[in-house]
């Protein structure tokens, strides 16, 4: 097993492995174009790093990742956003690879942690962080689209109007 950073050329195939990915976890989800994937991600401007996992020619996982900052412990850390393994790869220490490598390429760079997590504690993925991490029962939580303009919005706001303007739940479902 061969794993690398993805370069530019390898768009298509990162989006086809990001929307099966979408498919299997988000259901309905559409994922990210080839096209945005190479300008926004595999051009490095964003600071998300991607590494691929192959066997002969093909591609068969992907790890997002990027680097953090604790101020509680003042340590850096990578975080990885999303990881997939195609499902006929499974099982074969592919995902465990491709860890490994997030963990090297950020301790070479002074990190001295990972996070990352699952949304089911139950599944491989789950299992697998739990092998090697301390999981906790926190709530990762997200704001996003039509919820995170409004938040945006109320910056400068009394915490009075902010509080009264708070948007609802199901506006992070909306562009």
């Not at 794993?3 to 976890?25: C, F, G, K, M």
Request: proline share 5%; hydrophobic share 40%; with cysteine.
């Amino acid at each position: 097993m061969d794993i690398r950073p993805a370069n530019p050329a390898d768009a298509v195939t990162l989006a086809e492995l990001l929307s099966a990915y979408l498919a299997e976890q988000f259901p309905g989800h559409t994922g990210t174009s080839a096209a945005r994937l190479e300008l926004d991600v595999l051009s490095g401007s964003s600071g998300q790093r991607v590494l691929l996992a192959g066997m002969a020619t093909h591609v068969i996982g992907f790890v997002g990742w990027h680097r953090v900052y604790d101020m509680h412990w003042g340590k850096t850390g990578a975080q990885i956003a999303d990881m997939y393994v195609v499902p006929a790869r499974r099982g074969l220490g592919v995902a465990a690879a491709l860890v490994a490598a997030v963990c090297a390429d950020a301790q070479r760079e002074g990190a001295s942690y990972l996070t990352g997590g699952a949304y089911d504690r139950d599944s491989p993925i789950g299992r697998f962080y739990e092998r090697i991490a301390i999981a906790l029962d926190s709530a990762e939580c997200h704001c996003s689209g039509r919820a995170f303009r409004r938040m945006a919005e109320l910056q400068g706001q009394s915490p009075k109007a902010i509080a009264r303007n708070l948007p609802p739940r199901e506006w992070n479902y909306e562009e």
